[in-house]
């Protein structure tokens, strides 16, 4: 065994002698076993500085598209989960339902108690809509107190429960500061020929009508 790395090993080569007969190692497979070791020291070396920059080109590529607060998808996420998804739609269609939810009076909140109030409760609404979503679905945040949800193979039955879990569980959600968490919601399942941007734009309204009902 050679360590790779003579100033500071990181690997080691294995030698062997393939003939089955016993026999030692001299000083001349010694120095072949040397001079190998020291000839993969630079090819290891950059074969670890090309996953190196690999992970960090995926940490970074993960982090554009990831919500800093939450760790919900974001925006950019959400808007290419919807393309995708579109485009797999004019191969082979499934259904689909998606939901917008807003966090009720978050300016209120963040202009009386403070931003940090204000985060409490997106955080805790994020969390609410991973609880009672599929990890097959996907949940971003898209605004400031804005999320959407793109449930996978649920249809309107499907949509109106998970609807009623999300408000049902923010409604149970405490606080030991006193903090309430409301939210409105609204879901659309796309229509023939209709784009899930569209079908969105219609869960949008509807979650707007469902906050001045409830105001």
């Given at each position: 065994?050679?360590?790779?790395?003579?100033?500071s090993p990181?690997?080691?080569?294995?030698?062997?002698?393939?003939?089955?007969?016993?026999?030692?190692?001299?000083?001349?497979?010694?120095?072949?076993?040397?001079?190998?070791?020291?000839?993969?020291?630079?090819?290891?070396?950059?074969?670890?500085?090309?996953?190196?920059?690999?992970?960090?080109?995926?940490?970074?590529?993960?982090?554009?598209?990831?919500?800093?607060?939450?760790t919900l998808?974001?925006?950019?996420?959400?808007?290419?989960?919807?393309?995708?998804?579109?485009?797999?739609?004019?191969?082979?269609?499934r259904p689909?339902?998606?939901?917008?939810?807003?966090?009720?009076?978050?300016?209120?909140?963040?202009?009386?108690?403070?931003?940090?109030?204000?985060?409490?409760?997106?955080?805790?609404?994020?969390?609410?809509?991973?609880?009672?979503?599929?990890?097959?679905?996907?949940?971003?945040?898209?605004?400031?107190?804005?999320?959407?949800?793109?449930?996978?193979?649920?249809?309107?039955?499907?949509?109106?429960?998970?609807?009623?879990?999300?408000?049902?569980?923010?409604?149970?959600?405490?606080?030991?500061?006193?903090?309430?968490?409301?939210?409105?919601?609204?879901?659309?399942?796309?229509?023939?020929?209709?784009?899930?941007?569209?079908?969105?734009?219609?869960?949008?309204?509807?979650?707007?009508?469902?906050?001045?009902?409830?105001?």
């Amino acid at each position: 065994a050679l360590g790779i790395g003579r100033s500071s090993p990181f690997g080691a080569l294995i030698v062997g002698h393939s003939a089955a007969r016993p026999r030692g190692f001299t000083q001349l497979c010694q120095r072949v076993g040397r001079a190998l070791a020291d000839a993969a020291e630079p090819a290891l070396l950059l074969a670890m500085a090309h996953e190196d920059l690999a992970q960090q080109r995926d940490r970074f590529a993960a982090e554009a598209r990831t919500d800093g607060l939450t760790t919900l998808a974001n925006r950019v996420a959400w808007h290419e989960a919807l393309d995708n998804e579109q485009a797999r739609r004019e191969r082979r269609p499934r259904p689909v339902v998606l939901l917008a939810v807003d966090v009720d009076d978050l300016k209120h909140t963040n202009d009386t108690l403070g931003h940090a109030a204000g985060d409490e409760l997106l955080v805790a609404i994020a969390e609410v809509l991973r609880s009672v979503v599929r990890e097959s679905d996907l949940v971003a945040r898209i605004g400031g107190d804005e999320f959407a949800a793109l449930l996978i193979d649920a249809d309107p039955v499907a949509a109106e429960a998970v609807r009623n879990r999300v408000i049902g569980a923010c409604e149970r959600w405490s606080d030991p500061n006193g903090l309430t968490l409301r939210v409105s919601v609204g879901w659309a399942a796309p229509l023939p020929n209709e784009t899930l941007r569209e079908a969105f734009d219609r869960a949008d309204a509807a979650m707007y009508a469902a906050k001045r009902g409830a105001a």
